[in-house]
């Protein structure tokens, strides 16, 4: 039998064995939502032979209306079943997250997750067995009312590594670590953060692809394990002003084989940071192609209240191994944990497109050689305008408008993702950053209603 062929047997024994009653077949559509399409475990054989259909054209940046008839390819290695009740009832409803194809059965250039097997499959093609992800999600909860409704009242007044009785999200934080291991996480850490509300679920790196999914998994269990003990849980990266921002720093290495090839092996730079030239033209293709990375990796109009200077955000084109002011991060860690830490995604991104765009500005860097900059040892937010620039330090992008304009300029990133990604990425950025120029805030009537 084929390892399909074993796959599929497994999956429906378990599905007869944990009495599943429903199959939810997920994906993410251009903007990083998760979709899904839930049939009754009757139709089960028709998902495992790829027959499911759903209608394209009403999801956002897919087809147009006569091009509605698409298929779900689940991945079978994703099944999993949720392990809360979905009733009162105790029924159960497992999960297979899904790539798209069209109705000629192609993969559809469309789909996020297969542009993000198409860098993969790149790197593969230089050379390299892996490209491993490690991510650190921050979000937040805050409290519901009567009706379930979140509120803007956070859950504790806690900070960095606090106990209780400040951190009263511990026992939230220990229920969501519970729920992941059951679904086959292999959890690190989790912690309060340094915001009031504010928490973090660090869990094991994984290959790109895998990581992808368990970002669209965790926040998952995050709002649903909240929303069952009261709290609503939001990814929003700057829902308090005044307070640290919400940021998923992403931990990346290559490998082949079962060697990290950043780790340095007695190269020109292995004397300075223990980093091979490998590692180094990566970090110069990262540093390279960083606005319009931004663009992907920061897809909201609050995305830039975080980063802005004074919140621990990078604001900055610049690298660093001994402090977090950079935009990335060269942790202490050597031998195989050797890695770069990109500190400015945030959690609206789109983890298969962001984690695409990241890879392939790195095999940029190391195809082309790219030499990053000097390391930055000193604060940067100390440091002024000439300063940063006799250092060969840029700004990054300070709007979602500005930071769109670096994207379309950067074919490489266009080409890695696809066209039609990009382009239908950023026809609704646009609309969103207009419907935001338009409104008038608070801030604004507060400032300048009473003076002029």
């Keep these: 039998?084929?390892?399909?062929?074993?796959?599929?047997?497994?999956?429906?024994?378990?599905?007869?064995?944990?009495?599943?009653?429903?199959?939810?077949?997920?994906?993410?559509?251009?903007?990083?939502?998760?979709?899904?399409?839930?049939?009754?475990?009757?139709?089960?054989?028709?998902?495992?032979?790829?027959?499911?259909?759903?209608?394209?054209?009403?999801?956002?940046?897919?087809?147009?209306?006569?091009?509605?008839?698409?298929?779900?390819?689940?991945?079978?290695?994703?099944?999993?079943?949720?392990?809360?009740?979905?009733?009162?009832?105790?029924?159960?409803?497992?999960?297979?997250?899904?790539d798209v194809y069209t109705a000629d059965r192609q993969p559809f250039a469309g789909d996020p997750r297969i542009a993000l097997k198409?860098?993969?499959?790149?790197?593969?093609?230089?050379?390299?067995?892996?490209?491993?992800?490690?991510?650190?999600?921050?979000?937040?909860?805050?409290?519901?009312?009567?009706?379930?409704?979140?509120?803007?009242?956070?859950?504790?007044?806690?900070?960095?590594?606090?106990?209780?009785?400040?951190?009263?999200?511990?026992?939230?934080?220990?229920?969501?670590?519970?729920?992941?291991?059951?679904?086959?996480?292999?959890?690190?850490?989790?912690?309060?953060?340094?915001?009031?509300?504010?928490?973090?679920?660090?869990?094991?790196?994984?290959?790109?692809?895998?990581?992808?999914d368990k970002i669209q998994t965790f926040k998952l269990v995050v709002k649903t394990i909240a929303r069952q003990n009261g709290y609503y849980a939001t990814f929003m990266p700057k829902p308090v002003a005044g307070v640290n921002g919400s940021g998923m720093h992403t931990n990346m290495s290559l490998f082949k084989g079962d060697q990290n090839v950043f780790n340095g092996s007695g190269d020109r730079h292995d004397e300075r940071l223990g980093l091979s030239d490998t590692a180094m033209h990566f970090l110069g293709g990262l540093l390279e192609h960083a606005p319009a990375i931004t663009a992907i990796a920061n897809p909201t109009v609050n995305s830039y209240k975080r980063l802005t200077p004074g919140f621990e955000a990078p604001?900055?084109?610049?690298?660093?191994?001994?402090?977090?002011?950079?935009?990335?991060?060269?942790?202490?860690?050597?031998?195989?944990?050797?890695?770069?830490?990109?500190?400015?995604?945030?959690?609206?991104?789109?983890?298969?497109?962001?984690?695409?765009?990241?890879?392939?500005?790195?095999?940029?860097?190391?195809?082309?050689?790219?030499?990053?900059?000097?390391?930055?040892?000193?604060?940067?937010?100390?440091?002024?305008?000439?300063?940063?620039?006799r250092a060969g330090i840029r700004d990054l992008p300070d709007t979602l408008l500005a930071a769109l304009t670096e994207l379309e300029q950067d074919d490489l990133l266009i080409d890695a993702i696809g066209v039609h990604i990009i382009d239908k990425f950023i026809e609704a950025k646009k609309i969103e950053y207009t419907a935001y120029r338009q409104f008038v805030s608070q801030w604004e009537l507060d400032h300048y209603f009473l003076d002029y």
């Design 118 to 212: 198409k860098a993969v499959a790149a790197a593969e093609r230089d050379g390299f067995t892996a490209f491993n992800v490690g991510t650190e999600p921050e979000f937040f909860l805050f409290k519901t009312d009567d009706q379930g409704k979140p509120t803007m009242e956070l859950n504790d007044s806690g900070s960095y590594f606090d106990l209780a009785p400040l951190d009263r999200g511990e026992h939230v934080r220990r229920e969501i670590v519970l729920t992941l291991e059951k679904m086959g996480f292999r959890v690190e850490a989790a912690h309060h953060e340094v915001a009031a509300g504010q928490h973090e679920v660090d869990y094991e790196y994984t290959d790109a692809v895998d990581a992808a």
């Design 315 to 389: 604001v900055y084109v610049a690298w660093s191994a001994s402090n977090r002011s950079p935009m990335v991060r060269v942790p202490a860690s050597r031998g195989q944990a050797t890695r770069l830490e990109l500190r400015t995604v945030d959690p609206t991104t789109n983890p298969y497109t962001v984690l695409a765009a990241i890879l392939a500005a790195g095999l940029d860097g190391i195809e082309q050689k790219l030499e990053p900059a000097a390391a930055v040892d000193k604060n940067i937010y100390l440091m002024d305008a000439t300063e940063r620039k």
């Design 1 to 98: 039998m084929s390892k399909t062929s074993d796959q599929k047997t497994a999956i429906r024994q378990k599905v007869k064995e944990e009495q599943v009653e429903f199959i939810r077949v997920t994906f993410t559509d251009v903007l990083g939502t998760i979709k899904n399409v839930e049939v009754p475990v009757s139709q089960l054989d028709k998902v495992l032979n790829n027959d499911l259909m759903f209608d394209g054209s009403s999801i956002e940046g897919f087809v147009r209306i006569n091009e509605s008839d698409m298929y779900l390819y689940p991945d079978l290695s994703t099944f999993l079943i949720f392990p809360w009740a979905t009733d009162e009832h105790g029924g159960k409803v497992a999960r297979l997250i899904a």
